[in-house]
């Protein structure tokens, strides 16, 4: 009887400081155009777009990939998040009136944070995936043309 044992290779990886700096830096330059915006997003939707971007930048750039394709990634995202908090304030504007205040904030408080997760994790997994792709495929190529 034979045993089919699959071995994994201990991969030991440095993290990419320079990768997370520029991250930082590109995180910095959204925040200070979220600032300078006629239409600035509520204090919840910076919030959750810091910790986006944290998360982002903690998680995804240390990785191996290229530094351009993190980038498009991290400023997609930002510009995801600002598009969800534009159609959630849209949301907001058009439904408050019909709903009693006092009920209605309690709601938007407690299901606020929840509904924000949904568009940092889709966003955060789907950037994962990209990476992930584009490393198997460079591993791909690289071991066909040897």
């Not at 997994?125 to 043309?145: M, T």
């Amino acid at each position: 009887m034979t045993r089919n044992w699959q071995e994994f290779e201990v991969r030991r990886e440095k993290p990419n400081y320079l990768h997370m700096s520029v991250g930082v830096g590109v995180a910095t330059a959204m925040f200070l155009v979220y600032s300078s915006l006629n239409y600035r997003p509520n204090e919840t939707a910076l919030v959750s777009i810091v910790i986006f971007n944290f998360l982002f930048i903690f998680l995804i750039f240390p990785l191996e990939g290229s530094l351009l394709r993190k980038v498009f990634l991290l400023i997609s995202g930002n510009l995801v998040g600002l598009a969800w908090y534009l159609i959630q304030s849209s949301f907001l504007a058009v439904s408050a009136p019909y709903l009693e205040a006092g009920a209605f904030k309690v709601v938007y408080v407690i299901l606020c944070p929840i509904i924000d997760s949904v568009w940092i994790v889709s966003v955060w997994s789907l950037s994962l995936s990209v990476l992930a792709s584009a490393q198997r495929r460079k591993e791909l190529k690289r071991r066909d043309g040897n």
